[in-house]
């Protein structure tokens, strides 16, 4: 891999992560902007939370389609990269980094954990659907999605480092790893001082329809 084919992987991954499917199907559902509702996240947790589970799934898979994409698009541009690891990293990376930090939205988006999980699904599907079930359960487990979104950023450097990925392939890691503690760190503090909403306030908010499953 050389430069050219890093830095095209990075932006082409960046921009597709720069299309924030919470923000749009908010303003199309409730014509609010779900980074000043709820959490303030613009991520699938939010909207769950906010506008209802179907519409958190659409966000979520979205989210996770954005990020596997560009590491197919990449792929196809150069066939003939001598360790397409690397450029599926790169541009898994973007596309995290696009959803985190959105050009076009003054860089406030959400915490990238679905992108996340649709690069790690193109670097290895086994390694992707592990870290899907292990979100799920941690979630349940400890009834906040942050916790599940917080190991999942502690675990991959350290599993990229044991399985001997590259150095870029690490280094990503390492990257989304830093910037995942940095946006996690609110999360922290509300589970801390006991103002975190859990996954089960979700479920009886819209099992009893409250606000009309739509504030």
Same mark, same amino acid.
């Given at each position: 891999m050389n430069i050219i084919q890093g830095s095209t992987a990075l932006l082409i991954g960046y921009l597709f992560g720069c299309f924030q499917t919470s923000y749009f199907?908010?303003?199309m559902v409730s014509k609010k902007d779900i980074r000043e509702i709820g959490s303030g996240n613009a991520g699938a947790s939010?909207?769950?939370?906010?506008?209802g589970w179907k519409y958190g799934i659409l966000t979520g898979i979205?989210?996770?389609?954005? &990020?596997?994409?560009p590491t197919q698009i990449v792929l196809y541009i150069f066939p003939g990269a001598y360790q397409p690891l690397d450029i599926i990293a790169l541009a898994g990376t973007g596309a995290v980094l696009g959803h985190i930090y959105p050009f076009f939205l003054d860089f406030r988006g959400g915490k990238g954990i679905a992108c996340y999980i649709g690069m790690l699904l193109a670097i290895d599907w086994q390694i992707g659907a592990a870290a899907i079930i292990g979100?799920?359960?941690l979630t349940i487990i400890t009834d906040f999605v942050a916790v599940g979104s917080i190991s999942l950023y502690i675990i991959i450097p350290l599993l990229a480092y044991y399985k001997n990925y590259s150095d870029v392939v690490i280094g990503c &890691?390492?990257?989304?790893?830093v910037v995942g503690?940095?946006?996690?760190w609110i999360n922290v503090k509300r589970i801390l001082s006991g103002n975190e909403t859990g996954l089960r306030s979700v479920f009886k908010k819209h099992s009893t329809g409250g606000s009309n499953g739509n504030n």
């Open positions: 199907i908010s303003k939010n909207v769950t939370s906010e506008l979205a989210d996770v389609l954005k &990020a596997y994409i979100l799920i359960l &890691a390492v990257v989304l790893f503690m940095i946006k996690h």
